[in-house]
């Protein structure tokens, strides 16, 4: 007897939903596979149909939250100015905002940062290392540098209940990243 597809689907996302409240509240070393299926409402062994274990179902809402290179929307370096794609970042951030301010929060899992980043420097090189101005392995720190900062300042704005708006934190964060942060602080200084 086959199981059909739409029920199949729909028992994996609520044991993923059960996973996930419980994340929220607490570490995933606290989580076990029995706290799931109760607050889903199934048996262990409807678990292990669909995870190995409670790392898995980690692992698996983290895939499907880490966009493919074919996913990013292409980048193009107009005027050769050195800007990058924050309107991208920030429409990524905010359609799983759910999830990433959990993951990249204090409890979270300190390796989707990095899953993250992996993700979209691909996508970034392609578009700036066209120029044979640009040291490789220089550009590479800086990238580092720049998708760790606005990942961090992504966090701390959902944390902060984005009381600042979502176009002035995109403009703080340009400004930021062409003039940089002392001469920020010193203009407002004035």
């Known amino acids: 007897m086959k199981k059909q597809p739409e029920v199949t689907a729909q028992t994996k996302q609520n044991l993923i939903d059960a996973f996930w409240s419980l994340y929220c509240e607490k570490r995933i070393e606290k989580i076990t596979v029995k706290e799931i299926t109760q607050k889903a409402g199934y048996n262990r062994g409807t678990f292990y149909e669909y995870f190995i274990d409670v790392y898995d179902v980690l692992e698996q809402i983290e895939e499907a939250l880490i966009p493919t ?13 050195m800007g990058m794609p924050l309107d991208m970042f920030m429409t990524l951030y905010e359609q799983n905002s759910k999830y990433y301010s959990v993951l ?15 993700s979209t420097k691909p996508v970034i090189k392609q ?14 720190f800086i990238l580092e540098f720049v998708l760790s900062a ?8 959902f944390k902060q209940d984005k009381m600042l708006p979502a176009e002035n934190l995109i403009s703080l964060m340009y400004d930021l990243m062409e003039n940089g942060v002392m001469k ?5 200084m004035i």
């Open 104 to 118: 990249l929060g204090d409890n979270g899992d300190p390796a989707f940062a990095s899953k993250l980043k992996n």
């Open 184 to 188: 920020r602080i010193q203009s407002n």
């Open 150 to 157: 606005m990942i961090g300042i992504m966090s701390y704005w």
């Open 127 to 140: 578009a700036f290392l066209q120029e044979d101005k640009i040291d490789p392995i220089e550009f590479d």
């Open 69 to 81: 290179i074919h996913e990013l929307p292409p980048i193009s370096i107009p005027n050769q100015n």
